[in-house]
Each structure stands twice: as structure tokens, then as C-alpha cells.
């Protein structure tokens, strides 16, 4: 096995490149932190600057840094970004081309997944953007004919010789060369690149020496993308409580990414470290609601002892934290008789390892990336990156073995709106424009269908704000679905839990209406009632229309007084000014999308009111304790108008 060349210059890497290739590139890389920017810029610009060439490139999930508006935004966020990312950080180029309009017409992206919400109304992007399963996607990669290959590794010198870690992503790499060799296809030029700071992970993820055909290995190395830690608001802790309850002792579980996920996160941890405080915060919810019901049939109250087996899509953060808090620890293994054992009770799980973690790509914080390192270190087999086509769905070879290590599954995932009749929207808008994308959300939906014990959980926001109004996302019906109602299941808001699974028509819309805030419940059951779907007589109970903000406030205070509810649960990645004028500019924002909401800004700008503490600390932050132009002025002005009015409503 001898190692692949090696070279530095990430400029000359390309050059060879497209020389050995010729001029038209038809390019595969990874989803998310796998992407070697600084590698496909620099092919990128080979490509723009040469009408001959063409570059078609195959990805997902292209993450860029925000792009800050000019004014306060970006007066807040550029000091920031350029803290939190590092001021090499390298932006992919296509990706800025394509937010903007200004993607050339020799260079073609298609994404399975974009970043939720950064490409809606992009021609290019939402004309090239490939609709699939996240299982499906090495598949249909095979007949594509892709002549290179890029990804971000780690390397490591063994006493064996060199090794490679695809790391981060070996979710589909493995699969589509796989797939490739079967379809009879000339597998690509392979290319690595070495990041030194992405965490070397062995199992599934490590491979050998002649794995790549070219390796490329920068003198310097800008940081790994990390997403900034989320706050979580009043509403979101609302729905991690009803949620947490859902989750059974003993089981296996898969989340996703952001503020609901985080959310459901701090709620376990709350269910072991304070039972107590957990079960007060979940009956001053809703006092016995259908949670409650819920939790006592598929459930538990009690805090974790056998604790929960991980297989997730996606490694974040919350993983981490579960696993420090000794939660996530139920081990199991890749081999069927030992699984079996360890159901009996027959398995010491000290002698024969196994993992407590399986993931098919990792992305979060530096901290994660630092924990996944050390737990390697120290214990090799406890988490395996391995290919999606083996987290993702049950079918093939360890189907058996799968619905084992999966007894007693709950599959979280998120979605923005959501039918009566139990479908969900979860990754586009019914004019065609695509905010995200299908991912693998389909995928445990199905497999929770399949298990004996599984269930498929979704979460959602009740409402959202729009244009200044509040707006709900439980929808009679909708011009795009993501899930189908003969697939619904459990869907959870920050009202409650409600099982659609088996119900009918008129008994499912009355779950959702039960989970619905107040305000929509009568218009709701109104057009459920005018298309024939609920019965005429039936009648809203009283204790649902305790469904408002406001309850969420009243009954959830003793928590947050208790500091239980913190707004960043586990760190925040902004310093204290920051997070400070984080509403302020919040609430700037939101007044600013309304014509009545900017006369409540012109009333703010003529009386800003008293000053507040830490008022001047802020200013300073934004640069605007001198102001010298009229435009800065205002700014000046209504930030204090702000922080002011935020201030006092805390």
C-alpha cells in the first residue's frame, strides 16, 4: 500500500488537477464539514477564469458564514464572525456566487440539502437543487459521471503505516464508491485533504493508505467550521419538556440540529440530575395532560438507569452532553449473538467494548470536535462513523441486527409546519422554493414505522412571526408536504403531545387541535368542520384554550427563577455585551417588517427613555459612541431605544 502523493500548495493541487483530468470537472464532495473549501475555490477559479472549462459540481449542505447587512447588523455580527470563524476562514465561492445571483454559466451546483433558508428565490440554486433521500443519494451519484472526488480528512502514522479518516463524513463516500464499483463506473480521482484539527475517528471511518489517489496537506489551515450555540427561548423549553418525556429508558434515540433540539436536550438532562424540578415543570404545563398519558404507554418519568444507545445521521453537541451526564451509555455491538446476550443480560459489556454512539457525519462546536478527539483516544470503539446506508434505514444484510441495537427508538426530527390531518412540511414552501431539503428525515419516519417500538416524533414551533403577525404553522392543509399523513405519528408542540399513529381523519385533527395555540383554535376547527372533516357538534374543551404565551410564562417562571432555564443552555459562543443587545437588535428587526411596527420605531427615535444599565458597554460594542454621520446618529438612537425597552422586559 503505497501513500498517495503528496503536495502543499493548494493552488498547484489544482492545477495538477486539471491537467490530468482535462477541462471538464464533474466533482463529488461531502455534505457539510467534509467540504475542502479552500480546494474547490481554487478549481473554482481555474474554471471561472477559462470560458473552455466547466465545473459541475455534486454536494449538499454548503455552509457559509452569515452575510451581515449593512447598518447595525453588520456592526454586530463582523466582529463577531471574524472572532468566531477566524479571519482566514474561507467561504465556498460557489455558494457566495449562487446567494447573490452571480454563479457563472460553466459552473453547475446541485445540492440534496441547503442551508436551511439561505437560497430561497436563487434561480440557479433552486433550479439545480436534486430532491432526494438522503439513502438515496450514492445511489443515483453513481450514474453521474464524476471524475473527482475531494474530502476533508485526518491523518495518522501507525506502526502499520499511514491511515486515513474520512472523520466527519463518512456517510456517503463509502457508499457511493460502493455503489460506483457495482454500476461498473471508473472509480474518480480521489483526493485528501489533511485538516490538522479534525479529530481522527477509526472504525467504519478509517481507511487505508491507497484509499486516496492524491493527498493535499496545507502549510496552514484555516479553522473548522463551528456552529455558534443557539439560545432557546421560553417556548422551545416548553417543548423539550413534553418531548423529553416521550424518550423510554433502555432506547435508542436520533436528533437533529438548533434551538428545538437543544431545547429537548437540557429537558433529559433536567429528567436525570433534578427529577423533582422536571416532573413540576411538565405538570404546570398542562397539569395531567396527554403527555403525561403519553410518557406512563411509550415513555418514562423516572430518570435514565439502563440509559440510551445513540444512531443518528447527524453527531452535535447534544450527544456530548448526554454522554457526560452518563445518559447516553447503553452499549451495543456488531455481531448478532453478543446483541441478543446483552438484551438477556448475559453480556458483561466491559469485556467486549462496543459502541454507545453511531453517526454518519458529525457537525457542531469546537467543543465537540475536541470531546469526539479525546473520546477516541480513550475509548475507541464507544462512537462509530460509519456510512449512512447503515444508520439511516433498516434494509440489507443487518437488518436483524439493526432493529435490535434500535429497540425502543425515538426518532426526533423538526418541521416548520404541520397539518390537521397529521402531514408535516418540513424542507419547502408549496410555490416550489426549497428551504432545506428532504435530508434523512423520510428515512426514520419509515424506520419507526418498521420497528416494533419505534416512534417518529416531530417537533414544531406552534407559531412564528410574519411580517409583525403571529402566525400559526398548524395548517388545515398545505400545497407541499415532506411526510404524508398516512406516515404521521407523534407530532409535539410547546402545548403538548399528540399521537396521530392509527387514529382517524376527525380523532387526528382533534390531537393537533389539542396542541394548537389558542388564538387559531376556532378558525381551525371551523375550516375542519366546513370540508366535512370534524363533526359539526364537536366543541373545543376549555382547558385548551389555555394555550397561549402567557401560560407558558406563568407556569414555567418557578423554573427559570431556579435558573433551570437558562437562554443558552450550554454556553454561548457571544461574550455578555453581546448577548445583551441580542434582543435589542431582535426586536429592531421585528418592528422594522411591519408598517405598524415602524411607526412604533419613528415614536422610539423621538423618545428613546431612561437609560438601563450596560447601555454604554453596548454602544461601545457597536462602535457608536462617537457618531459623526446622521445615518449613525439613528443607528445610535434606536439601539438605545432598544436596548431600553428590551432591557425593562426582561
Known amino acids: 500500500m503505497s501513500p498517495a502523493p503528496r503536495l502543499e500548495d493548494t493552488a498547484a493541487c489544482a492545477k495538477l488537477i486539471a491537467d490530468r483530468l482535462g477541462p471538464h470537472l464533474c466533482v463529488a464532495a461531502p455534505l457539510g464539514l467534509g467540504k475542502p473549501h479552500g480546494l474547490l475555490n481554487a478549481l473554482y477559479r481555474l474554471t471561472v477564469a477559462d470560458p473552455a472549462r466547466s465545473l459541475t459540481l455534486y454536494t449538499a449542505l454548503s455552509l457559509t ?60 440554486a433552486q433550479q439545480d437543487y436534486i430532491s432526494q433521500n438522503y439513502t438515496h443519494v450514492a445511489r443515483d451519484l453513481a450514474t453521474q459521471d464524476i471524475n473527482l472526488f475531494v474530502q476533508l480528512v485526518a491523518r495518522r502514522e501507525t506502526a502499520d503505516g499511514l491511515r486515513y479518516s474520512l472523520s466527519c463524513n463518512p456517510d456517503l463516500t463509502l457508499d457511493f464508491l460502493a455503489q460506483r464499483a457495482r454500476a461498473g463506473k471508473p472509480r474518480p480521482l480521489c483526493v485528501a485533504v489533511v485538516h490538522p484539527d479534525l479529530p481522527y475517528m477509526s472504525g467504519h471511518a478509517e481507511v487505508a493508505a491507497d484509499f486516496f489517489d492524491l493527498e493535499l496537506a496545507p502549510a496552514r489551515s484555516p479553522r473548522l467550521f463551528a456552529l455558534p450555540r443557539p439560545a432557546v427561548d421560553l417556548a422551545e423549553y416548553a417543548l423539550g419538556l413534553h418531548a423529553s418525556a416521550l424518550v423510554k429508558d433502555g432506547g435508542c434515540l436520533q436528533i437533529g440540529i438548533g434551538a428545538l433540539s437543544d431545547a429537548l436536550v437540557r429537558a433529559l438532562l433536567l429528567r436525570q440530575q433534578d427529577n423533582a424540578a422536571w416532573r413540576d415543570g411538565l405538570r404546570a404545563l398542562d397539569g395531567e395532560s396527554p403527555t403525561l398519558s403519553l410518557a406512563r404507554r411509550i415513555g418514562g418519568l423516572e430518570p435514565f438507569e439502563a440509559g440510551l444507545y445513540g444512531a443518528s445521521e447527524m453527531v452535535m453537541d447534544g450527544f456530548m452532553h448526554l454522554a457526560r ?46 470531546w469526539l478527539g479525546a473520546t477516541e483516544a480513550a475509548d475507541p470503539d464507544a462512537i462509530d462513523m460509519c456510512p449512512v446506508s447503515n444508520v439511516n434505514h433498516l434494509y440489507g444484510d443487518h437488518q436483524s ?3 435490535l441495537q434500535r429497540r425502543g427508538a425515538r426518532f426526533f426530527n423538526t418541521c416548520m409546519m ?26 426514520f419516519v419509515a424506520m419507526a414505522h418498521e420497528l416494533d417500538d419505534g416512534r417518529s416524533i416531530l417537533l414544531l414551533r406552534s407559531t412564528r412571526r410574519e411580517g409583525g403577525q403571529v402566525r400559526t404553522n398548524i395548517r388545515f392543509n398545505y400545497g407541499h408536504t415532506t411526510i404524508a399523513r398516512h406516515l404521521r405519528d407523534i407530532v409535539v408542540t410547546e402545548y403538548g403531545a399528540a399521537d396521530l399513529r392509527g387514529k382517524s381523519d376527525s380523532e387526528c385533527i382533534e390531537a393537533m387541535l389539542s396542541i394548537c395555540d389558542a388564538r387559531f383554535l376556532d378558525a381551525l376547527a371551523a375550516e375542519a368542520k366546513a370540508n366535512g372533516k370534524l363533526a359539526a357538534d364537536f366543541r373545543i374543551p376549555d382547558a385548551w384554550r389555555r394555550h397561549r404565551p402567557e401560560h407558558l410564562r406563568a407556569a414555567l417562571a418557578p423554573l427559570r427563577r431556579a435558573g433551570l432555564l437558562p437562554a443558552f443552555p450550554f454556553g454561548s459562543d457571544f461574550d455578555e455585551v453581546e448577548q445583551r443587545l441580542m434582543p435589542a437588535l431582535g426586536w429592531l428587526k421585528e418592528q422594522g417588517s411591519s408598517w405598524r411596527g415602524r411607526v412604533v420605531l419613528a415614536k422610539a427615535l423621538l423618545r428613546p427613555g431612561g437609560p438601563v444599565a450596560g447601555e454604554t458597554e453596548a454602544i461601545e460594542r457597536m462602535q457608536l459612541t462617537r457618531p459623526r454621520r446622521l445615518g449613525e446618529r439613528l443607528e445610535r438612537r434606536l439601539l438605545l431605544a432598544a436596548l431600553r425597552r428590551t432591557t425593562a422586559a426582561a
Open 418 to 443: 404541520a397539518t390537521l390531518l397529521g402531514a408535516a412540511v418540513s424542507d419547502g414552501l408549496e410555490d416550489g422554493q426549497v428551504v432545506s431539503g428532504v435530508g434523512g428525515q423520510y428515512n
Open 401 to 403: 441486527l439493526a432493529a
Open 325 to 370: 451526564a452518563g445518559i447516553l451509555k447503553r452499549r451495543s455491538w456488531d455481531n448478532l449473538a453478543l446483541e441478543r446476550a446483552a438484551i438477556a443480560g448475559r453480556l458483561n459489556p466491559a469485556t467486549p467494548g462496543g459502541h454507545w454512539l453511531r453517526g454518519a457525519f458529525f457537525l457542531g462546536s469546537r467543543e465537540l470536535y475536541e
Open 65 to 124: 458564514r452569515p452575510q451581515p447587512k449593512p447598518g447595525l447588523e453588520r456592526r454586530f455580527l463582523a466582529p463577531f464572525l471574524e472572532r468566531h470563524f477566524g479571519a482566514d476562514y474561507e467561504d465556498p465561492e460557489y455558494a457566495l456566487a449562487e446567494a447573490r445571483q452571480g454563479l457563472p454559466g460553466n459552473v453547475a451546483v446541485h445540492e440534496f440539502y441547503l442551508q436551511s433558508g439561505a437560497l430561497l428565490h436563487a434561480p440557479r
